[in-house]
DNA sequence: CGACTTCTCCAAGGTTGCCTTATGCTCGCA
DNA sequence: TGCGAGCATAAGGCAACCTTGGAGAAGTCG
């Protein structure tokens, strides 16, 4: 088998016309240099060098050898290249998956910064619900997952914490969660709301992640709410609450980008809030240009 | 520094999924497989696989990698078998410079066995005198060098032995010398000739070597030859003495390929030969086809 | 003509790297 | 829940590699 040590050895070889020229070269010892090519030899089974006392020259499988070793080692030198450049953050693509509204508030943020620090590297963003977008994660069809989780309000799923228990999770933000009323609703003037103010109002739930914790809540809180319409759009919430179809909960973060018309939005208490993460896969953590997204991310949300 | 053996690795990995899938397509143990790839991974600063747990998928880097390692393989594999080819004697140059009365009769059938042998071979033929041809060997302007050596007559010499002493010095045959005189001449019908016979006769030479062991020879046989002529063309030789100029010695191996048109060829007691041999670098001696070639030669001269 | 330089090979020694065996762990499956 | 497959790790043995030191040969210069 002719490895790759061999070829640049005998390349020196070739080039300077010596051993010792050849060792000065690569930086080592012209012992060594004679060992490899003797190696060589044995490996290949016919002679590749003529030792005529004066000159060190190829023979013709010498010189065949040393053809081809110009395309090997430039090829190896492009791969090393490419490589070197997706771990300097000179290239490198992160392929993201977000939940709809983190990727109307965080992601820009921190692309933008991503692309002015990197230039080189590409992201490209897909929205996909968390259930969905962690599998993308796994199945290697993405980089990068942000998701969002919430605290576990009375231990009652001890799967919940194991959900992502051999991902990276990577915590960017804490987002609270408000109380939507209609405008005309007796509490739209009120400074901050309690849960069970709410509990005989119609509710209008979010995605089934957040339904389940806000049946979660309001059970720990004493009632069962009366779910009437459910969807994760939050313009469609508004909506819906502002045509006082019923009453939502829904993340702070959502406010940023949808405007509440025709609704209230008032602090609930006991204050609830939801955990936005990043999710990769530990390896990946370790890819340059997917550690300086996670880093952009980081820094965009800390803001 | 990224070595072949990597990229076989690498590639069974990306092919198989699986450590221990390349660990059998490679004929080894699955620990030297994780060894290389981890090993792999810190040269190149960069992670490459992706461990899923179910799954062994490649990074970005890793893809590339890949994608590089295809085109360097397949170099080096074409390379290893030209360098077979020419070890397995189905491919192979072997430039042969031969003396002109050698490559007339030795070289003409050794060429034709080495053809119908080893048809990949390609063998050049080149004439040139001794000092000359020796020289175009040393320089690495052919494997193969014909030459012809006269024995040490009386010692003169120390340097003649030595003249070679750096090559393979491989005996073919030995060629007697014969005497050339006219037809009319008085000793024309004889069985055979003394030397000093042809003492007082004028003399025609040949190349200088052969100039100078002739009047070795006949100064060890008590006279010095008076030397009118000197030529190394064989039919020019036979056309002075037929024309009563002089009388000559001549290697027996020239008459098969040269008429002795106007004169007669008696055998010289004592008897004098000339050795003719077949010369080459000891590295080149290695190389299949030259060592090929030497063998034909060999055999050709033998029968 | 002799000393010096340069180049090569050879031998010995120490270090490194590689492969193997053995073991533990996780995961998927029956 | 036991079982098989796959990967990681540790330890040991072995080969490969590089270095140092020295000898020999050849060219060069004073």
Chains 1, 2 share one sequence.
Do not use: N
Request: net charge negative; aromatic share 4%.
């Amino acid at each position: 088998m002719i490895e790759a040590r061999h070829l640049r050895v005998l390349r020196a070889v070739a080039l300077t016309g010596s051993f010792s020229a050849a060792a000065r070269e690569l930086g080592c010892t012209q012992p060594a240099v004679s060992q490899q090519m003797k190696a060589l030899e044995q490996s290949t089974g016919t002679p590749l060098l003529v030792r005529t006392g004066r000159e060190m020259r190829l023979t013709q499988a010498g010189t065949a050898l040393v053809r081809h070793a110009s395309g090997i080692l430039a090829g190896l030198t492009a791969a090393e290249e490419e490589i070197a450049a997706i771990a300097g953050l000179r290239a490198g693509r992160v392929r993201l998956v977000s939940f709809p509204s983190g990727s109307s508030t965080l992601v820009p943020g921190a692309l933008a910064q991503m692309r002015a620090a990197h230039p080189g590297t590409e992201i490209s963003l897909v929205e996909a619900e968390p259930p969905r977008s962690v599998e993308m994660l796994r199945d290697g069809e993405c980089e990068i997952t942000l998701a969002f989780r919430y605290p576990d309000v009375r231990g009652s799923d001890p799967a919940a914490g194991a959900e992502w228990e051999d991902l990276v999770v990577r915590p960017l933000l804490t987002d609270r969660l408000i109380g939507v009323v209609p405008e005309g609703h007796r509490l739209a003037g009120a400074e901050r709301i309690g849960i069970t103010d709410l509990a005989e109002e119609p509710w209008i739930a979010g995605c089934p992640r957040c339904r389940r914790h806000l049946v979660e809540v309001c059970e720990s809180a004493g009632f069962t709410p009366r779910i009437d319409f459910a969807t994760d759009d939050y313009p469609a919430v508004f909506g819906l609450v502002g045509a006082g179809l019923g009453v939502a909960v829904m993340p702070e973060l959502a406010l940023e980008s949808v405007r509440p018309k025709g609704a209230r939005v008032v602090p609930v208490e006991p204050a609830v809030h939801r955990e936005i993460v990043a999710l990769t896969l530990p390896d990946l953590a370790r890819v340059p240009a997917v550690d300086a997204m996670l880093d952009k991310l980081a820094g965009t949300a800390g803001r």
